[in-house]
Structures are given as C-alpha cells and as structure tokens.
C-alpha cells in the first residue's frame, strides 16, 4: 500500500482481555516501530524491528507487552490482560535505509 | 540520555503572522538526528524535516523553515505567514546513534498550534 496501514482503527475492550493491535508497514521498509500515545505521558517508544535483528524491546511497559513481526512484514502488537492505564493510541511507523519515519493513523485504544 | 524539550505548550496566532516553534534537545552521541513532525487534528503524524548531525544548515521549505544551531542545542522551526491549516500538534524528535534515522525517536512533548482567521 502506499502508507502504514494499521487495524483497527478503533478498540474498545474490557479489563483483564487481550487485544491484538496490526501493523502493515510501507513495502520494502526494513525498521517498523511502535510508539504510544497518551495525553499523561506524551509520544512513547515501545519496540523496534530491524530486519531479521533481534528486536529493540527497551520500551515495552510490562511483560503484559509483546510485538511480533512476520515475514519482514506485518507486525502484531499484543496485549494481555488490559489495564485502563493502556488506554491510548497505539502508532506504528516504518523505514527504509537513512530515510525518516512514517507513521500510521493508529488505533485507538480504550479500556473499560 | 536523550531528551527533547518543548518549552512552549500552546500557541495562538492570527492568520498571516509568522510563528516560530521551539526546540532544545540533550544527548551525549556525537551523531544524531533531529525530526519536527505534524499533527493536525485527523491525528496521523506527518514527516516534516529530518536533519542530521553533521549538517547545520538551515532549510527552507516554502513557508517553513528550520534553524539548527549546535552551539545551543537547538533546533527551532518557523512558520511564515500562517494560515488556518497549520492548526496542528508540532512535535519535535531525535534519534541518537550511527543508526541515525533508522534507531527510535524520543518526542518532545509538542506544542500546539492554533491560527485563527
């Protein structure tokens, strides 16, 4: 596709569920990113995928956090046992070489 | 560590003025690289200008324009002549490391900006 393209766009979920955030990056970009966004903590870093490297999982709140990515491709950003406190906008971006960033719309997040 | 401060939280500007966004960032790595991205209220973060460290240049973009001054550890970004469609988050990033561009990116935590007609 032309763009970071992420589903679903909207997730209402209840306590204690899991939830299964999709990433599917620009064609051909090697890096994908996720970030979380919320209004008491900003733009955070969660993890990074560099081609076949081991991911970069530094961000990652908790062990309740998990993000796989298949084939070099499409990314699954997991969730277990929300919390009201991962309410927020989940964005991914992807890469290619030295070149910038670019991000999905998102999916927001909201935990009853 | 990296960090990236916005100092200015909200700003409004009447149409036509100009407007300049603030940026001071700290980090220890020799190389880096510095972002400014957009948010306008649909909410998808839209690429702006990346800069590197080595190159201090300023750029010019039509209305936009960017001065990044290592002395100060700044990077500041100038809308001129603003008009209602540049109401939007600005948000200011850098990622440090040889892997430049393709390592994570630490946010400030941006700023708001409202132009009214």
């Known amino acids: 596709g032309a763009g970071v393209s992420q589903s679903p766009s909207n997730k209402v979920t209840e306590k204690g569920k899991d939830v299964e955030l999709r990433c599917d990056p620009i064609s051909g970009h090697t890096a994908l990113y996720w970030y979380r966004q919320s209004l008491g903590q900003g733009l955070e870093f969660l993890i990074y995928f560099q081609g076949n490297s081991a991911p970069d999982k530094s961000g990652l709140p908790s062990d309740r956090f998990s993000a796989e990515r298949t084939g070099g491709s499409v990314s699954t950003l997991t969730i277990q046992r929300t919390q009201q406190e991962d309410s927020a906008v989940y964005l991914c971006?992807?890469?290619?070489?030295?070149?910038?960033?670019?991000f999905g719309a998102g999916t927001r997040l909201s935990v009853l | 560590a990296q960090k990236v401060t916005q100092a200015q939280t909200e700003i409004s500007v009447v149409e036509k003025e100009d407007v300049t966004l603030d940026c001071v960032y700290e980090t220890r790595d020799t190389t880096y690289y510095l972002f400014w991205y957009k948010q306008p209220p649909s909410g998808e973060l839209v690429f702006l200008i990346r800069r590197n460290s080595f190159d201090e240049q300023n750029e010019i973009s039509g209305r936009y324009s960017w001065n990044f001054q290592k002395s100060t550890s700044s990077f500041n970004f100038t809308i001129t002549a603003s008009q209602v469609v540049d109401s939007a988050v600005y948000f200011c990033?850098?990622?440090?490391?040889?892997?430049?561009?393709?390592?994570?990116?630490?946010f400030g935590k941006g700023i708001t900006l409202s132009v009214r007609p």
């Open positions: 990033a850098l990622s440090e490391g040889r892997a430049g561009a393709n390592s994570k990116l630490t």
């Open positions: 971006a992807s890469s290619s070489g030295l070149a910038a960033q670019y």
